[in-house]
């Protein structure tokens, strides 16, 4: 079956430093891959999609990017967090075959407070 | 353009009565598809059901039921006899099959099932 794993579940950091976190997918290949953020109002905002290694869609403009290195990691970066990257950011991913029928399945989310 | 609307922000019902979960969606797409999820105090986002556009069927699973209706554009979620473990957070969200790879979401109802 297949697993997502995110980590880390909570990060605290301060303004200035900069962010990496990571998500990979097991058990399929070639997924669709997304990072989504979750800011205190409760609505989710796509940041990034991939539909495969090094192919990047960016959604909303900002000083987060996001990587895919290998089929089945995303990474999402930042060089210098502004207190406004604060949020709940979840990682998640669909399948890329077949109709679009495909849901999305989400990570546990990583918790981050720029302080 | 796709959207999604969750007009109700917050419920709050009492342990045992029924409630129902708004889902209104806007496309002009004829294939696409409609997904419901949970997302529980811990975070994760949980995939509870999907209908295509083609199928009007309604669908009951436990105390889940779901009322698809293309003439209304609705896609409603009833929990008959909530529970505690009830509450939550519910996100509805659409998909394109053109596309295949963007996934819109509402912003979420909050539901409190109080004991």
């Known amino acids: 079956s297949q697993t997502i794993h995110q980590w880390p579940a909570t990060l605290v950091q301060p303004v200035g430093s900069p962010l990496s976190l990571e998500c990979t997918v097991e058990?399929?290949?070639?997924?669709?891959l997304y990072w989504y953020r979750q800011a205190a109002g409760r609505g989710l905002q796509l940041l990034f999609y991939?539909?495969?290694?090094?192919?990047i869609s960016s959604e909303v403009p900002q000083n987060l990017s996001a990587s895919r290195p290998q089929d089945r990691q995303f990474i999402l970066s930042s060089k210098k967090l502004l207190l406004s990257d604060s949020g709940f950011y979840l990682c998640?991913?669909?399948?890329?075959?077949?109709?679009?029928?495909?849901?999305?399945?989400f990570g546990n989310g990583t918790r981050l407070t720029v302080t | 353009a796709q959207k999604v609307t969750q007009a109700q922000t917050e419920i709050s019902v009492v342990e045992k009565e029924d409630v129902t979960l708004d889902c209104v969606y806007e496309?002009?797409?004829?294939?696409?598809?409609l997904f419901w999820y949970k997302q529980p105090p811990s975070g994760e986002l949980v995939f509870l059901i999907r209908?295509?556009?083609?199928?009007?069927q309604n669908e009951i699973s436990g105390r889940y039921s779901w009322n698809f209706q293309k003439s209304t554009s609705s896609f409603n979620f009833t929990i008959t006899a909530s529970q505690v473990v009830d509450s939550a957070v519910y996100f509805c969200?659409?998909?394109?099959?053109?596309?295949?790879?963007?996934?819109?979401f509402g912003t979420g109802t909050s539901l409190t099932v109080i004991p």
């Open positions: 058990g399929t290949s070639n997924p669709n």
């Open positions: 991939s539909v495969g290694i090094g192919q």
């Open positions: 969200a659409l998909k394109i099959d053109r596309t295949g790879n963007q996934f819109y």
């Open positions: 998640a991913w669909s399948v890329t075959r077949g109709p679009g029928r495909s849901p999305l399945h």
């Open positions: 209908r295509n556009s083609f199928d009007e």
């Open positions: 496309t002009r797409d004829t294939t696409y598809y």
